[in-house]
């Protein structure tokens, strides 16, 4: 705010955004939702004379994106009085026309920051939540902080994002077959993602799997993690691993009975990876840094499940669910070392279920998956 006459802040629907501009900005902000049609029509048909309204306070715009005919004219107002910063804070739920219609109308106007679902440490800051409870309420504020509204809050949030928003984004007409796409990519995470298989199954065509993948992507629903390219052998994996951001979502939608069940089930080492590698993602998010995450799988079988580029290096981190590291759990990070070089790679981590870190052969270390974060801070 310091530094730009705007501020956008952009992620999913109920991660936060308007209370924390709200809290932040305190009570000098003139406030607007375009979810309200009265404003929305305001602001669509007289941009200017709707901006005017406000005249000199500073404001709070949520929900943007429905209003990308006011941008030309925010522009306008920004270049009147160049010079002064933080009068306009955004956000903005979907990701995918918004950034298009911001890129054209406030480059260098404008800061863009990305705001995720809690954190592990955020959550820990609250209430210590067991591994148990965290994949089954998930990340967002409202059923992290009170779990008792879980259920209705999941059904309500997959009804009105994906059926009504994501779905408008691209008006995809088929809503069973774009469900179907959605529980199968609940069903498949942690895994590759293929999208002939994706289509196959749903009964789609291959450039309309590969369509909304972008699009769950863009919307925060879905994390696509990139392979890790170099020279360490020509014939590696090329498809990306797909994960869904919150693991509610996926236990909601892959319908686990319970969060112990959920945990002890087919579907336990999967969540408990894809809690871990989206906590990455928040990392580098929450510190305002492109993600340099990947992983790293080849054809005879060597797999490291996340892949960071630390200070100056490599780290590789393998995430199991066990309580009980065994030498074998390392195996793939020794080799991964080995195959990168010393110099471009640090010994490896083993992230696990373990009460507190302990050291591992060849320099390597176990880690309790709630400490993972905080390291992993120190390191980016």
């Known amino acids: 705010m310091r530094q730009f006459p705007a501020v956008l802040v952009t992620g999913p629907r109920q991660a936060g955004k308007t209370t924390l501009l709200q809290h932040e900005a305190g009570g000098n902000f ?10 929305r029509a305001f602001a669509l048909n007289d941009p200017a004379g709707f901006l005017d309204r406000f005249g000199e306070q500073p404001v709070i715009f949520d929900e943007v994106q429905y209003v990308p005919e006011l941008l030309p004219s925010l522009k306008l107002s920004i270049d009147r009085e160049r010079q002064r910063n933080g009068r306009w804070l955004l956000t903005g739920s979907q990701q995918f026309h918004l950034m298009r219609n911001i890129g054209e109308s406030l480059a260098g106007r404008i800061a863009i920051l990305d705001q995720l679902p809690f954190s592990i440490a955020e959550l820990s800051g609250q209430t210590e939540p067991s591994l148990e409870q965290v994949l089954w309420n998930g990340c967002y504020p409202e059923p992290a902080l009170y779990p008792e509204k879980r259920e209705f809050w999941l059904r309500a949030y997959i009804q009105t994002y994906l059926e ?3 779905r408008q984004l691209q008006h995809i007409r088929d809503l069973h077959a774009f469900e179907q796409f959605v529980a199968l990519a609940c069903a498949r995470h942690a895994q590759e993602f293929n999208s002939a298989a994706f289509a196959r199954e749903v009964g789609i065509t291959l450039p309309t799997a ?11 629903l879905l994390h696509l993690l990139p392979p890790f390219f170099n020279n360490l052998g020509k014939r590696i994996t090329k498809a990306p691993k797909l994960y869904v951001l919150d693991p509610a979502i996926v236990c909601f939608l892959t319908r686990q009975p319970a969060a112990e069940a959920a945990l002890a089930g087919a579907m336990g080492g999967a969540l408990f990876e894809g809690l871990i590698v989206i906590e990455a993602l928040k990392t580098f998010t929450n510190k305002g840094l492109k993600p340099a995450l990947w992983y790293w799988r080849s054809h005879d079988g060597l797999e490291v499940d996340l892949i960071v580029q630390g200070k100056g290096a490599l780290i590789p981190v393998e995430i199991k669910l066990t309580m009980t590291p065994q030498p074998q759990h390392t195996e793939s990070l020794r080799r991964f070392r080995a195959l990168a070089g010393e110099e471009q790679c640090r010994p490896g981590i083993l992230v696990c279920r373990v009460p507190q870190t302990q050291p591992l052969p060849h320099g390597m270390t176990a880690m309790p998956w709630q400490e993972f974060p905080l390291w992993l801070n120190q390191q980016i």
Not at 30 to 39: G, I, W
């Open 30 to 39: 003139a406030y607007v939702s375009f979810d309200d049609p009265v404003e």
């Open 164 to 166: 009504r928003d994501v």
């Open 210 to 220: 590969k369509s909304w993948a972008g699009l769950l992507e863009a919307s925060w």
